[in-house]
């Protein structure tokens, strides 16, 4: 296991071909799909290559992807966070998804603070940008807890297919009294 931050909830840490039932899961989730991107992944060795061309593949290139988030308690993979490079955009993004059955409970804004925090700190990433679905208000929120500004509408039909998305920006070089970085 590579551990890559703790909360108060939960263990962050890479992910591994080991966590290919999950992500087959995960990336199935109707809100997923809807909010994100149907991925199709439809089999474990869809799972497999995902892991391997998606956050393995950006753990190798740019030193940081997205991460499995586990119950300390339990160990149990509930979702993953990280940060996501994109060519079209200037700086990285954050980018979370949750299992349904842990929803409204916090553990995506824990998450997200864990990793602007850890942006800060071990890589000195004086940027982060939320890309959010217009009708994602409960992620719109998580990106507004954690800190994130609005910045406006942004769409890029090509990758969007046609969604509009809201664009928020964390400039990492300042702090607020809760010792998340502020927009």
Not at 19 to 40: M, R, S, V
Not at 52 to 71: H, I, N, Q, R
Not at 147 to 168: P, V
Request: with cysteine; proline share 3%.
């Amino acid at each position: 296991m590579n551990k890559i931050y703790e909360t108060a909830r939960l263990l962050v840490r890479n992910f591994n071909h080991n966590d290919a039932a999950f992500i087959q899961t995960l990336l199935n989730e109707p809100d997923f799909i809807k909010n994100i991107a149907d991925k199709g992944v439809q089999s474990l060795e869809d799972a497999i290559k995902y892991l391997d061309t998606v956050p393995l593949a950006s753990y190798e290139k740019y030193g940081f992807g997205l991460w499995c988030m586990e119950l300390k308690q339990t160990g149990q993979p509930i979702g993953m966070c990280g940060l996501v490079k994109r060519d079209y955009l200037a700086h990285p993004d954050i980018g979370y998804a949750i299992l349904s059955d842990f929803y409204r409970q916090g553990l995506t804004a824990e998450a997200v603070a864990g990793t602007i925090k850890w942006a800060k700190e071990e890589m000195d990433i004086p940027a982060l940008l939320g890309i959010v679905n217009v009708g994602n208000e409960a992620s719109q929120k998580v990106l507004e807890g954690a800190g994130l500004a609005y910045q406006g509408w942004w769409s890029r039909r090509k990758i969007c297919r046609h969604f509009s998305f809201t664009k928020f920006c964390c400039k990492a070089n300042r702090t607020d009294n809760r010792g998340i970085l502020a927009g």
